[in-house]
């Protein structure tokens, strides 16, 4: 289980904190929570909507803790390793998609989150959510709509100023 | 952008999402290493958190107030964080009858009390001290001092700073009438606004002049006497020093800053540098270790009343407390001598005596800039804990996430490791006796996990041994273990070390119980002496083109007779609909359950409590008691018998309560 979802809680995480100091702390504390529940609860019939849930809700108990948006160095991030031309296209993409990210309400980013960053099915992110497969499945076609909608009115604000 | 574009571009921008390869290797081997069971998991701390350890020992502080004591015989009772303010904000303490008042940088002054918080008046204000019979605050805001009649809310100014070169500040009641003040002279021409003057002054009136009685800072006077103690400046660093009011005589207390004395004039508590020789230049904030001292007002005895562990990153042991030297922030350490760059975890400032003179009132920050400040309130008695206390003082510590007063109450302090779910909610004192020659306590652990069904029950020994600081947990063993968790399909499985049994089959809740559309059962409490489970029934929203909204059932089920009766149904919180239980707590007794709730159609961090009466079959929402206005979130915190901790967030604060559920009071911890 850590071997196969290690990297998909990571990224969930630290696209969640937008600080790689605290994803490594908070990624530290649900691979902790999941060995001791695991050790004492019974194997959870959905293990990565299972440690996703314990992931989750650690985020979540952090933000309570203290409220913090995306930082610079994440957003930058997403700009690596890019070629020069293919960067600055990117780049101006992927601003305009977190932007986008960033309009949408709380439940349909982390239904986006789940779905891309963290690689879930739609089953298993109804699981963590408490919603139904169909539901989810219908949710993530109409957020990708309404995502493209968003990066296209920003793309054309951006070349309009730009 | 076409959704085959986005997807390209989400998996992109995933792909920058760098794991950290290192961690992950690191992780992967802590984990291989692990082989332990239950028990041995809550006596373990992670790894990083072993490197703060400090001993703090539970010594007590003392029924001050007892005759014949000295600060040295004073024994911590308690330890309790109750407000937790916004970040670096909070300025200056005090304290009558229970209610605490906090001026808050650019909100105003709070109130603080049994029925929560409030904000009192918008004005900001930088210092405060309250008259003894609690009606007058005396203030300070930019260099003007003044009074805050409570009951009228008339403001009155006594004497105006220029907000240039005179300043008027840290005013102190000495008695009805009177008060000592400081006033600062800054020099003009100097662009770091040196200052040129710092003197304490005691107001006597309008009539009268004030009198010059000290060069010096942060006057407090001592009750019933005329001699107050101040902050003086010397060449070794800040003194506080005790000086008689008309002869000027002196003695000093001991290094440090920020005295407050007693109201029955006593004792003295201030903050005090443990670390001797802070670094030079911008290192010297970052090198100190500072805690709250308490010293007898005659200067015999003192000793530390909070502990400060190292922060995380340096590993090394502390330098020894108590009588080293302590030099202000604004002077030079010697040259060559060395100094640790890493200082202590927390901060201290403006400690200020209850004025039953029983608690030490502080606000603690990590050292961290930008980190919240806490309100902490030290409960002082002359009195060592029983070992029943002591275990009680540690398993609140646990559940509060006190860490390092959890630790102070270890023998040791090997891996421990506390996280958010699972997380205790509460426990039960069984009993103790000795065996072996060595007191035992017996007690029963809770465990919830939020928003799933998953409860734990856990019994477990605590060895104690006695120390010359009082009784220290030295070992535990595991007694029982019962946990009880459920499946996506309504499976209710009870384990018992080791044992399975099937509580509820699928399909087994009543038809009339369901709702027509999806619902799961989200999170339950059981309580085996009553063959109690509780459970919260979700009923979830259809968004598949249903009606059904997202409602909360609270499910009793009796698992000895497999009965099942409905006991409260939340379809609203207010006008607010799509009603969604986050979490469910049971009293150990089983005779309350507290379930935290929101609404999908408020605030994302709104919540609430509704808290159930089995008996009375009755149901309460404490914050209905509340004064607060402008509540972002009201949450359960754990059951300690049948008096709930919960947690009130309004205005950026939140405060730490108790909801006494048997007779539906509010009081603070």
Known sequence: MYEAYFDDVYRYVLYKTGSKWDTDDLVSEVFHKAYRSYSSAKQPENAKAWVMTIARHTVIDHYRKRKETVSADILESFAQDFSVEEKVEHAVEVDCLHKALAYLPDEDREVMTLRYFAEMKHREIGAVLGKQEDTVKTRVSRLLRKLGGLVKGCLEGKNAHG | ????????TLAAMKERLTVNTALKDELRTVFRRKRRRALAAKWSLAAAAAAFLSVFVLNGLPGVGLPGVNAAALRVQNQVSFVEIGSGSALNVAEHDGKVYVPVAGEGLFVYGGAGFHRLADRELSDLSISRDGRQLLWAAGGTVGTYDIQSGVWRELLKGDGREVFYEQPAW???????????????????????????????????????????????????????LYEKAGEQGIHIIFRETDSGEEREIDRGRSPSVSPDGRYVAYVKNDRPGPPAGGQAEAGRVENVWVADTEGETRRPVTSNPLRPEEDGPLDPPASQDERPAQTPAEEGRSAPEQGGLYRYASPTWSSDSHSVFALRSLSDEGAKVSLIRLDLSTRTLTPVETVRAFEQAVIQRDLDFARSLLMEQPDFFIGSNPHR??????????????????????WSYTANPYYGIQKVRYELEATDWGYVLNGGELLDDVLVTGTEDGRLTLERNGQEEVLLDPGELPRELLPPGPSRISSLAYVPSRNLLLLTLQVLQDETGGKQQA???????????????????????????????????????????????????????????????????????????????????????????????????SHGQTMHLVWDAVRRTLSTP
């Open chain 2, 1 to 8: 952008m076409d959704e085959q574009k986005l997807e390209k």
């Open chain 2, 174 to 228: 000495s008695e009805e009438g009177r008060f000592l003040y400081v006033r600062k002279l800054l020099d003009p021409g100097n662009r770091e606004e040196r200052v040129a003057e710092s003197a304490i002054y005691e107001w006597r009136g309008e009539a009268e002049p004030p009198r010059k009685l000290a060069e010096g800072r942060s006057p407090a006077p001592v009750p019933g006497r005329s001699a107050f």
């Open chain 2, 425 to 446: 909610v509460s426990y039960t004192i069984l009993g103790s006796g000795t065996a072996n020659g060595r007191p035992y306590v017996d007690v029963e652990e809770y």
């Open chain 2, 551 to 649: 409602a909360v059932k609270l499910i009793r089920y009796d698992t000895k007779e497999r009965t099942f009766e409905l006991l409260e149904e939340r379809a609203k919180l207010g006008e607010a609909a799509n009603v969604g239980a986050e979490a469910i707590l049971v009293s150990p007794d089983g005779r309350f359950a507290a379930l935290d709730l929101f609404s999908d159609d408020e605030p994302a961090e709104r919540s609430h409590i509704l808290v159930y009466d089995l008996e009375e079959k009755r149901a309460d929402l404490p914050e209905t008691e509340l004064t607060a206005v402008g509540l972002e979130a009201v949450r359960t915190h754990y059951w300690n018998g049948t008096n709930l901790h919960f947690t009130v967030k």
